[in-house]
């Protein structure tokens, strides 16, 4: 088996360093480098030190440039507009992207997808297996159920997450407005406060609590007026999605162009 060499984006933040781990201890993959935000405190920084391990000898740079050259692979979880920045870069390079940064902005999406005309991109706002499978049970639970059964989407995590709704909520809301047969855009509460008025028959609602260390929290209820259908997931670790993102990189490397996500990686897909 050919190993390949995987460059890592936003290496100094929480993902980063579990990615960091994650390809360090996977057969078939090595370490390109690492890069973090220009000017950031862990510019400089050991790779290996930083994932809590033995020294690398490979330095945290600044920017993709120098890594791409070396790289097969680049998994990004870091912000908005260094994800956008970065899928143009990648394309350029002609190496893969694996991108786990959510709460990316319309423009953003279109940065991504016209990198996705020339590399393959593995996108989700998840990469757990679990998440993953979640979804497709949702998809399959909202096509069976009625909008008697109403949808309602709860995620919790730490404090320190900077988007809301969460990119697993959203995708979880595509997945039962998916199965449902309706635009999820048409029929989104992301809020509620004050005199809300009853429940719109058919709404698909947000709530999103955020504190502490949870890793990350979420449930779909399908609230009817006799039961209760209650689908959820619970992230132990982090290393959960560090995992689905490197087995992401390893199958993306070598496909033909496009936009892909982590059901195709997991074989989730239907025909
Ligand atoms: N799809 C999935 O399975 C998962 C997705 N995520 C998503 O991944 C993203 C990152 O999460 P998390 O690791 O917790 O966040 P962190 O804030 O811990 O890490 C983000 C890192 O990216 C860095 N960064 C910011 N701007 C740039 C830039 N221009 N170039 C390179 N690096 C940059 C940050 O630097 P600095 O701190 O200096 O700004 C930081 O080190 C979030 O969008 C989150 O929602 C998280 C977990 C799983
Ligand atoms: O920011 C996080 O931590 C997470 N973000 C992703 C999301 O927005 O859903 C995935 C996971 O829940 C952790």
Redesign the pocket.
Known sequence: MATISILI????????RAVIREVLKTPGVALAGG????G???VGADLGRLAGLDALGLEVADSPEEGLKRADAVID??????SA?LAGAAAAAGVALVL????LDAAQERDVAAAAEKIPVVR?????LGVNLLAALVEEAARRLSDEYDIEIIEAHHR??V?AP??TALMLARAAAKGRGVDLEAKAVRARDGQTGPRRAGDIGFAVARGGGIV?EHQVLFAGGEEVIALSHSAID?GL?AK??VAAAKWAVGKPAGLYDMRDVLGLKRE
């Not at 989700?124 to 757990?128: E, Q, V």
């Open positions: 984006a936003g290496a100094g933040g929480r993902m980063g890069f973090d935000r220009p950031g405190d862990q979880f870091s912000a908005p507009a260094a920045a786990g940064t959510t709460g989700s706002g998840n990469m757990s320190h997450k988007d969460s990119g990350g982090r999605f689905g993102a």
